[in-house]
């Protein structure tokens, strides 16, 4: 789960809207509001950090590899 959309097994493609991170693939195409950070040191890869909730994975973090960029999630919002 990211924000409120909930995330099947498969591979997704996130990109940055203004604070927006923009989830496609699949059915799903949805938009959830995020925090840009910069960290002092690149990530080597991207990686998904999360917490499980209910038995459900909710993601929390993206961190994207060979940038010094985290997108912290926030709360969800559909797109128009």
């Given at each position: 789960v990211a924000g409120?959309?909930?995330?099947?097994?498969?591979?997704?493609?996130?990109?940055?809207?203004?604070?927006?991170?923009?989830?496609?693939?699949g059915k799903v195409d949805s938009q959830t509001p995020v925090k840009v950070e910069t960290v002092d040191k690149k990530y080597d890869s991207?990686?998904?950090?999360?917490?499980?909730?209910?038995?459900?994975?909710?993601?929390?973090?993206?961190?994207?590899?060979?940038?010094?960029?985290k997108l912290v999630f926030v709360e969800a919002a559909p797109l128009p």
């Amino acid at each position: 789960v990211a924000g409120s959309t909930e995330l099947k097994a498969g591979t997704y493609e996130v990109s940055l809207n203004g604070q927006n991170a923009v989830i496609r693939g699949g059915k799903v195409d949805s938009q959830t509001p995020v925090k840009v950070e910069t960290v002092d040191k690149k990530y080597d890869s991207t990686s998904v950090k999360y917490v499980v909730i209910d038995g459900k994975r909710q993601v929390r973090e993206i961190h994207l590899g060979g940038t010094k960029t985290k997108l912290v999630f926030v709360e969800a919002a559909p797109l128009p």
